[in-house]
């Protein structure tokens, strides 16, 4: 039964950390997470697997043995429940030690665990830093914190035991002494304080037991804080709403605002819109709100005014799962899940997908060649976060997932690493597969995407200062202007030299 609970409630917490909302991991480092879940539990785990059987064990032999002793002699029995007061003052101070002792014993933990989950993600920056004894330090301090903290634990629980037993044999000779007068006196047999002895043994025992359980719960309230509260936070109702069937529509953001901290707006009364199927580039200055705007639309924050319509219906109507699943979005580094190809291109397809399925995706976004050049071909597994593929490669399966769930709308963010120019052209031809027939909004970083858009929305400091064609922008926004003239004309000069450098 323990370990079903500890399962249970396991589950239930993996589903609130998919449910749970993006600003929630903004907030919260993704180790800490991670140790609420495993260590944390695992508190819970001890507690239900170890302790609770032998506090069942405990209080049944323990009431059995007091009802007994009170039909043997009544008085002597109450004496001896005088004891219960004196253990429950020592008890319960030691209890509460425990329960703060316990609240930063698991802290440190998530902390240790998030330290951990940083520099061995990015174990290359912290091996090209020279930042190894550095980062050695810093674990290590974690480390002697959890021994100063486990020691103080130990030191806790070792204190219990012999506390218990004193209070127990201070019982006993209680018990003889008056159990022995009682008996010169006649008032008890000799037979009967002998078998009152017995059974005072079956109280002892048990109350380590019980006693042990009463800090382990302790322990266990203080590593489980944590979890009640993340099983209380704001999560997201993915099913909730209507179905969006329809996305060939005309998309149309109305004065919306944004800030991720109150007061201070990353977007400021934008409003535009997104005709079907055409295609929108998104410039300007860096940290202006571009990528800010695509989770806006991707719904991943809730703005705090304005609204975003597709026809005539509110997007806040359809549910977040329809919503999504009819955008397709490529982000700037390429995310990969660990798995081979095959999985990461149908990854989230909620249905079978054939292999002539992935291998038209793959074709379409040009990566069938280097795929099959491969000695595993589409079986081949990529490393965790894709270690094993280059960066465009990368980026072609991207594509290519995109390109399998076939979506209504698009959103993309130029990469702005430059791939070498073989792969850079793949890449742009692939995006043109792409964005064929579809609502595209694109983050450009490239001269030649802003020049093919049917309208450019020009961000800075999280408004809209210019929306039309290049041309029209070129003539009547001079910031544009620049930002043209400099930023995008340079990514595709570096783009050309090492095209000729290449030939
Ligand atoms: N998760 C976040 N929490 C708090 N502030 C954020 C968050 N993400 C971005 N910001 C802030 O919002 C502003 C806009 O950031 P955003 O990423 O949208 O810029 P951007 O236009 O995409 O820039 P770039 O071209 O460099 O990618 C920045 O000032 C940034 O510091
Ligand atoms: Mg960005």
């Not at 800010?292 to 549910?319: A, C, H, W």
Request: proline residues 2%; aromatic residues 6%; without cysteine.
């Amino acid at each position: 039964m323990g370990q079903d609970v500890v399962a249970k409630l396991r589950e239930r917490l993996w589903k609130k950390l998919l449910e749970l909302t993006i600003p929630y991991y903004d907030k919260h480092r993704t180790g800490d997470t991670i140790s609420r879940m495993t260590n944390d539990t695992a508190i819970l785990k001890g507690l239900v697997s170890e302790h609770v059987t032998g506090f069942i064990n405990g209080v049944i032999s323990m009431v059995g043995a007091i009802i007994i002793l009170l039909l043997l002699d009544w008085k002597m029995t109450l004496i001896m429940l005088a004891a219960i007061p004196v253990t429950a003052a020592v008890i319960i101070p030691l209890g509460r030690t425990m329960l703060k002792l316990s609240r930063s014993l698991q802290d440190e933990t998530a902390g240790f665990t998030t330290i951990l989950n940083q520099v061995l993600s990015e174990i290359r920056l912290v091996k090209a830093s020279n930042a190894e004894s550095r980062e050695f330090v810093t674990g290590q301090r974690s480390i002697q914190s959890l021994l100063r903290l486990g020691i103080r634990e130990g030191k806790i629980q070792a204190f219990i035991g012999p506390i218990i037993s004193f209070v127990m044999m201070g019982l006993m000779v209680l018990i003889i002494g008056y159990g022995g007068m009682r008996v010169s006196t006649g008032a008890l047999s000799a037979g009967d304080l002998v078998a009152f002895i017995l059974y005072l043994v079956q109280i002892i025992l048990p109350m380590n037991q019980i006693t042990m359980f009463f800090t382990q719960m302790q322990k266990a309230v203080g590593a489980t804080e944590r979890i009640v509260s993340i099983l209380n936070d704001d999560q997201e109702n993915v099913h909730e709403g209507k179905t969006l069937t329809n996305a060939a529509q005309t998309i149309r953001l109305e004065h919306v605002y944004f800030a991720y901290t109150e007061g201070e707006e990353v977007l400021k009364d934008v409003s535009f819109t997104l005709e079907s199927g055409k295609v929108t580039a998104v410039v300007g200055p860096s940290g202006g709100g571009k990528t800010t705007l695509f989770s806006i639309i991707e719904r991943f924050y809730i703005p705090q005014s304005g609204k975003m319509m597709i026809g005539t219906d509110n997007v806040q109507d359809f549910s977040l799962q329809s919503w999504r699943s009819q955008i397709g979005y490529v982000p700037q580094e390429s995310p990969i899940i660990a798995g081979t190809i095959r999985d990461n291109i149908s990854y989230g397809m909620d249905r079978e997908v054939s292999d002539t399925e992935i291998e038209h995706a793959a074709y379409m976004a040009y990566a069938d060649i280097f795929i099959n050049e491969l000695p595993d071909g589409y079986a081949t597994e990529v490393g965790e976060r894709g270690m094993k593929l280059s960066g465009g490669q990368r980026q072609r399966i991207s594509i290519a997932r995109a390109l399998l769930r076939n979506p209504g709308i698009l959103m993309l963010d130029e990469a702005t690493s430059s791939l070498d120019s073989q792969s850079e052209v793949f890449v742009q031809k692939a995006l043109q597969n792409l964005m064929k027939g579809r609502t595209t909004l694109v983050i450009a970083h490239r001269l030649s995407t802003v020049v093919d858009a049917d309208q450019i929305l020009f961000i800075e400091k999280g408004k809209i200062t210019g929306v039309g064609t290049h041309q029209e922008l070129l003539r009547s926004h001079t910031l544009y202007q620049e930002f043209a003239n400099q930023q995008l004309r340079i990514a595709d000069q570096e783009e050309d030299v090492s095209v000729s450098v290449d030939l």
